[in-house]
């Protein structure tokens, strides 16, 4: 476990290797990609053990959907593009300055610090290092303290394979990620809770530190009169409960028209039956991450249940594990509850019945304090937007007129499964983004270079001024 002075001391190492190799060629860039794949596949059993174990329960295959299969995507697909990423961009110079020329450069900004969170400690940690890494950064992370196997493989594994001036993981408690988040990093990025994001902005503020926030939030899902009730249901069941909902990306609650609420409650429970036939008891449903986590949400529940709530638990009810809690369904709650102020991060999942698609609309445009969401109010913005209809019309208006870091039509959570669409917020829910090239450029200092000439008309544009040389400029 590291201290203060291991990050300061690793840190001024880093900085010291860049400053020996500002600029890495492609080719040392997609050594190093290729080596955190091969860490990674070679290692997948451990890795989903260690995760499994700090959850309680992982499913297999969510690890392996969710933490294994996109970093190896996005690792392809960075070493496949790198060369071409890294050729400066020519730009336009106007007819003054010619005959000068005009470029962009893409430089390394140095060392970047990443903090990451517990709900997917391998994807969330090393995705960023990817896009910092292709860019010719050098990195260093702080994994989450709430999932202490998974951080001690990840520090062990790329201690094996990263020299520690190119890549390195310092594991410890929360005061420790204090002390991280606190240096004068060349961008840190940080994705978890608004909360801390707030903290974490503070500190990075300091040191006029760039910076990059993944925080979450409320997303919600708009069902139009005409989707398909049976694919919306299976399709937001499997998002909703893909690590028992704790993803910065699930279906936070379900904007449907009222008179469809009844069929679509008996299509979630259809596809929950499904999807885990076992309940709770399946191997296939994921428990939640610490007793912190399970109580809030207990929490949450109990007081809808106090306010008059319908909750309708779906799935065969099992009791085995406590560390898990089954898929429940919590119908039309006042929006003064937890469960629609908060982020949910859990199984929970309101059923709201709306007049009709403009008063989902609405509602999404609308937070938990009645204040508009868009264009002004940047606090309560979504990470993501869901819509399940087919109209071209009605997607055209919830492009123009909602606010989201992202949109996906009838479907949930596979936008994060493209290497070449960013992952982004949009004011309370994140600022920055990363994945793909856009990546890329966000851990690049774009730098611009003009190459001027002797014979350009702007060398006439020096005092003293007179009329002709004013006429020169136009304006």
């Not at 010291?16 to 080719?27: G, K, L, N, R």
């Not at 090393?126 to 202490?148: C, F, Q």
């Not at 868009?374 to 309560?380: G, L, R, V, Y």
Request: glycine residues 6%; charged residues 20%; contains cysteine.
């Amino acid at each position: 476990m590291a201290d203060a002075r291991a990050l300061q001391a690793r840190l001024a190492l880093q900085r010291h290797a860049f400053a020996c190799d500002p600029y890495p060629t492609a080719q040392v860039r997609r050594d190093r990609l290729a080596r955190l794949a091969t860490l990674t596949r070679n290692h997948r059993d451990e890795i989903i053990q260690a995760i499994s174990q700090d959850f309680g329960h992982r499913a297999e295959a969510e690890t392996r959907l969710a933490e294994i299969a996109p970093l190896l995507q996005a690792v392809h697909h960075a070493r496949r593009h790198v060369k071409r990423w890294m050729r400066p961009e020519r730009a336009a110079v106007p007819w003054r300055l010619k005959p000068a020329s005009a470029r962009l450069l893409h430089q390394p900004l140095g060392v970047v610090g990443i903090v990451a969170p517990a709900h997917f400690p391998w994807q969330l940690a090393l995705l960023p290092a990817v896009a910092a890494l292709a860019a010719g950064n050098r990195v260093m992370i702080k994994p989450s303290e709430h999932t202490p196997a998974t951080s001690k493989l990840m520090a062990r594994l790329i201690a094996r394979h990263f020299a520690p001036e190119e890549l390195c993981v310092m594991t410890g408690d929360a005061a420790l990620g204090a002390a991280f988040a606190a240096l004068p990093f060349d961008h840190l990025l940080f994705c978890g809770s608004a909360q801390n994001g707030r903290e974490v902005a503070k500190s990075a503020a300091a040191n006029l530190t760039p910076l990059t926030l993944a925080l979450g939030g409320k997303s919600p899902v708009i069902v139009a009169d005409d989707a398909d009730l049976t694919h919306a249901a299976r399709r937001i069941a499997f998002g909703k409960w893909f690590n028992a909902g704790q993803s910065c990306l699930a279906p936070d609650h379900v904007l449907i028209d009222a008179s469809r609420v009844p069929a679509f409650i008996e299509a979630l429970r259809e596809a929950v039956n499904t999807f885990y036939p076992d309940g709770t008891a399946s191997k296939d449903y994921t428990a939640i991450l610490g007793a912190p986590q399970r109580g809030r949400l207990l929490g949450m529940l109990e007081q809808a249940q106090d306010h008059g709530c319908r909750v309708i638990p779906l799935g065969v009810e099992q009791t085995q594990q406590e560390a898990k809690l089954p898929p429940t369904l919590i119908i039309d709650p006042n929006e003064g509850l937890d469960v629609m102020r908060e982020e949910i991060f859990g199984p929970w999942l309101p059923v709201i019945g709306v007049r009709d698609f403009d008063a989902a609309l609405a509602l999404v445009n609308v937070d938990a304090d009645g204040n508009d969401r868009a264009p002004s109010n940047t606090e309560a913005r979504p990470l993501a937007l869901y819509a399940f209809t087919r109209d071209p019309a009605r997607r055209q208006r919830i492009l123009a007129q909602t606010p989201a870091g992202s949109v996906v039509f009838d479907d949930i959570l596979w936008q994060g499964a493209a290497p070449t669409l960013p992952f982004v917020g949009v004011g309370g829910s994140g600022t920055g983004s990363y994945g793909g090239e856009t990546g890329f450029r966000h851990f690049s200092h774009q730098r611009s270079v003009l190459s001027s000439s002797p014979r350009n008309t702007a060398t006439r544009l020096v005092p003293p001024w007179r009329r002709w040389k004013l006429r020169l400029l136009g304006y």
